[in-house]
């Protein structure tokens, strides 16, 4: 077994297959990226960063951190946007499993975007 699956061995069972779900939807949004355990979660990889943790909890499921994106990836995201850049997904709810996909691939992609070609943070005057 890995490190990620013995995190998640130990969950409930119930929670466990919620971990599971989680782990292979975001393996789908972001195949072939490295997993590792990382400040006590699971963790992947890209381009040898550490860039989407996630952590089971008592009540819910937690992705960190979450890039902001366009008007509709956020309408999608936002009934689960516990902070600037976290998600938060239930036990007590259906996981939506397709939008944490959803959520590897737009994470993946805002990361890939080199530097140079990110918008540019806005300064603060002093």
């Known amino acids: 077994m890995s490190e990620i699956d013995d995190y ?3 969950f409930p069972a119930d929670v466990q297959g919620m971990l599971r779900g989680v782990r292979a ?3 789908e949004g972001a195949p072939g990226a490295p997993e ?3 400040y006590g979660m699971p963790a992947l990889q890209l381009e040898g960063r550490y860039w989407l943790h996630f952590a089971g909890w008592k009540n819910h ?3 960190y951190p979450v890039a902001r994106g366009d008007d509709d990836f956020e ?3 936002a009934p689960y946007r516990a902070a600037k850049d976290s998600v938060n997904f239930l036990y007590s709810k259906p996981i939506p499993y397709p939008l944490i996909t959803r ?3 737009h994470v ?3 990361h890939a975007t080199p530097a140079t070609s990110r918008p540019a943070e ?3 005057a002093p």
């Open 108 to 110: 993946r992609a805002v």
């Open 8 to 10: 998640i061995a130990g």
């Open 103 to 105: 959520i590897a691939e």
């Open 61 to 63: 499921v937690g992705l």
């Open 25 to 27: 939807a975001l393996r």
């Open 75 to 77: 309408a999608e995201v």
């Open 36 to 38: 590792a355990i990382r």
């Open 122 to 124: 806005p300064r603060v």
